[in-house]
Structure formats: structure tokens, C-alpha cells
């Protein structure tokens, strides 16, 4: 009898991680299985499952090396789709910067800003829409001022 691991999921109510497509045709134990062969490890067994050529590999649990590698490969995918703003260390032509503030070097001050008389701001420092900076504040290197 021929199933998908899909199928297989479905009926012994896991979930599967991989092609739920691939084609399983039997059962054999974690020594002889091959592609098409479902098995299932334990234990210490659990933790050689990359080495086995089972089509499916049931488990109680993930080894933890398998999980901190997920977390690991998650947060690449977060940079990936969702990357870092980058800054163009310039004051935008709606902000209001008074003339006797102090502006560090590569600051980014974005619309509708206001810096009063006296404030001073860091360089690397990112000011977001809709802030005011008070007379005479002080904002640290790379604060970054969120709305």
C-alpha cells in the first residue's frame, strides 16, 4: 500500500516536518529502512536521525539541536523578509530644528520633529515622526525615539 507522508500524518495525528508528498510504501525497522520506508526513533536513537534514510522518521520529540537550529534559521528568515531599517542621517524638510540645538553626526531626524532651543542629540541618534525634544535635552548616541 502506497500513502503520502501527508497522509500518514493525518493518520496517526502528528506533525510532519518536510515534503508531505513523499511516497512511503512500508514500514522497516531504523537499520534497513530507505526512502520509501516509514520507521521511528527513541531515545538516543532520536538523536542520529539526520544519519537514517527513512522516507519518514516518527518521533516522540525533536532533539534540542534540531530546535535551536529552527530558532536559529527563523531568525535569518526574519532578517530576510524583514531587514533592518536603514537610516539616511538626514533631517527631514517638515522637521523644526531650532538653530541653537547641537546635532551629533549621521543623526536621522524624520517629519514633523521639533527641536527646541539648547537640545542636543548624538550622533547615530534615529528621531522618529511626531517627537518634540525639549529645550536643553540631551539624547544619547544611538537612542532611538520611538513615537
Keep these: 500500500m502506497k500513502k503520502t507522508a501527508g497522509e500518514l500524518a493525518k493518520i496517526v495525528g502528528g506533525t510532519l516536518y518536510g515534503d508531505p508528498a513523499v511516497v512511503i510504501d512500508d514500514v522497516r525497522s531504523a537499520e534497513s529502512a530507505g526512502s520509501s520506508h516509514v520507521t521511528f526513533a527513541r531515545g538516543l536513537y532520536a538523536e542520529h536521525i539526520e544519519e537514517m534514510q527513512a ?24 532578517e530576510l523578509y524583514h531587514p533592518e531599517e536603514q537610516h539616511d542621517g538626514k533631517i527631514h524638510p517638515t522637521a523644526v530644528v531650532s538653530k541653537t540645538a547641537v546635532i551629533g553626526e549621521h543623526v536621522t531626524i524624520m517629519p514633523y520633529v521639533v527641536v527646541d532651543d539648547g537640545a542636543e542629540i548624538g550622533s547615530g541618534t534615529v528621531v522618529y515622526p511626531y517627537v518634540y525634544i525639549g529645550k536643553n535635552s540631551k539624547i544619547g548616541k544611538n537612542c532611538e525615539l520611538n513615537q
Design 55 to 78: 522516507g519518514v522518521i516518527l518521533v516522540d520529540a525533536l532533539p534540542a539541536k534540531y530546535t535551536e537550529d529552527c530558532r536559529r534559521s527563523f531568525g535569518k528568515l526574519i
